[in-house]
């Protein structure tokens, strides 16, 4: 049996360790937010920090989280409470700045994409916390994995988002 930590709460996992960590996430510990796109790590709604870094989850077997931490959408409330120490009581009533900046914005379309925009987001704000234009640009087309996909083309919008969350990270949340 399997014990990875997903969102701060460490859980054991029945699935056969090389079981695609999006699958136990969905399937087995009923966290919705990374989405199965292509299967392939070709389109980055799977994405999520495993220790702060962005991997497919569609590709990655749950083994490869054992003994580290797995973020997704749901975490980065706690994940901004912990850097900004915070209570857990103000964790609970927090948003990440990505995800402020996300709803400002109006970012999504439809929706299918964002919680992978918003974890490569949070990767990329937390290692640059005042990005270029172009270093955003990159983080989303060219490092890491692959492109991030936006099937409804809601780039600039993900781009605006990217810069306005860096200024609420800046100034300590929102």
């Known amino acids: ?7 701060g709460k460490s859980r054991d996992v029945q699935s056969p360790p090389d079981t695609p960590l999006l699958y136990v996430l969905r399937n087995e510990l009923d966290v919705n937010s990374p989405q199965f796109g292509c299967g392939l790590a070709q389109c980055g709604a799977c994405s999520v920090l495993l220790d702060g870094k962005e991997v497919r989850s569609c590709i990655t077997p749950a083994m490869m989280a054992e003994g580290k931490e797995v973020t997704t959408l749901e975490g980065l409330p706690l994940r901004w409470a912990a850097r900004n120490h915070l209570s857990a009581a103000d964790a609970e009533k927090t ?35 005042n990005p270029s234009m172009e270093e955003i640009k990159g983080a989303f087309t060219t490092d890491g994995p692959s492109a991030h996909l936006c099937r409804c083309g809601s780039y600039i919008a993900i781009v605006d988002a990217v810069r306005f ?4 990270m800046t100034k300590g949340g929102v």
């Open 165 to 168: 969350a860096s200024t609420l």
């Open 1 to 7: 049996m399997l014990k990875i930590t997903v969102n």
């Open 95 to 129: 948003l990440h700045p990505v995800q402020q900046a996300w709803i400002e914005q109006q970012v999504p379309l439809c929706g299918f994409c964002q919680s992978g925009m918003m974890i490569k987001a949070t990767e990329l704000l937390e290692s640059k916390p």
